[in-house]
């Protein structure tokens, strides 16, 4: 879209210097300016065809703009997330007054003390709090609609609870299943400890039936992994960063939220240690590796933008914050695309550092160290990928009355 609009009349003319400016300095680049400053010039023409004066501009008109270029037929029309930066630049020069936050609701009010329940009593990591008040969300909410006076826990007992459950595995795979009824018991405990429920109903949840480790874990052969590294650009700040998290992931066994978590003063370059922030605020020193520390100084050197975020990872577009894991899934998947693999999270590379090391000859409790396991029964999966061991363990097999030697 053109530029000229800054010329023509329109209640938001007046501002486009200085928004084009804030954007610059918030590290967008020229590509990004340009739409972000062709949209506002779409906007200002609409608010000057409906006589809308700037003081009068609020979202919920932004909105019906964005609206209205859909039904026109216009393709790509971005969302209201585009807009955000022109309403924080308004309100900061007082045009536009502060946006008021919704009014709290009982369900808000309950969710935000389940919250400091999880971090304060569980000390559980801001990810899962997020996972877990998501789940509470969906399942109290979905509750208070079916009921006349809107009850969020009143009544709750072990049937309904059951029947929820039934629900979840019709349509949710095994361990889908698995981790929702995981989450419903940690909301369930929640509410009893509180008072809201007479009896701990949590404790009346039967088990997601399944046997426990019943796979082989699965994993990348060292060849893969090594694709899923040479795939990257190094040529490119984005490139840069991907490389640098996947040696993170697959050379260090970070998770994907441990990896989003890392600070710049985790780094000990003198002392060659790296401080991870776990689950259940653990804390644990792994070595820095010369390939690893390698990937993150080409990183920080060349690829990672000036900010002033602490977080060592961050987004390649502005405004620049903290990558989600989540997003550090998609780099993955796009590497995987790139080696020709079949997609597979970050998670998976974890699995492929155990089983190399147990290649190697490393023992269990290694590899337990490595991954920060808190117990060895999380580690002993990987002992079933051990063949050559379990082949000098394993006894004759009978067969109709034969024994068949291995």
Known sequence: MAQAWVHDEGPLTVFVDGYRSLLGRRGHSARSVRDHVSLVGWLNRWLAAGGVSVEELTRDRAESFLADQRAAGRR???TM????PLFEYLQDLNVLPPQRPPEATALDNLLDQYGRYLV???GLAPLTVVRYQRMARRFLAGRAAGRPSGELVEGLDADEVHGYLLQCRSRLVLESAKREAADLRSLLRFLFVRGL???DLGTAMPP???WKDARLPE???RAQVAALLAGCDRSTSAGLRDFA????LGRLGLRSGEVAALRLDDIDWRAGELLVRGKARREDRLPLTVEVGEALVGYLRDGRPVSSCPNVILTCYAPFRPIHPSSITRVVYRACRRAGLALVGGHRLRHALATEMLREGGDLVEIGQVLRHRDLVSTAVYAKLDRAALRAVAGPWPISGLVVSR
């Open 219 to 221: 994993t990348l052969t």
């Open 245 to 248: 998290m996947l040696c993170l």
């Open 208 to 210: 997601v039936a399944g």
């Open 76 to 78: 790509r029309v971005p």
């Open 197 to 199: 429920t007479g009896t």
């Open 81 to 84: 997330r585009m807009l955000v």
């Open 120 to 122: 304060r009593d569980r």
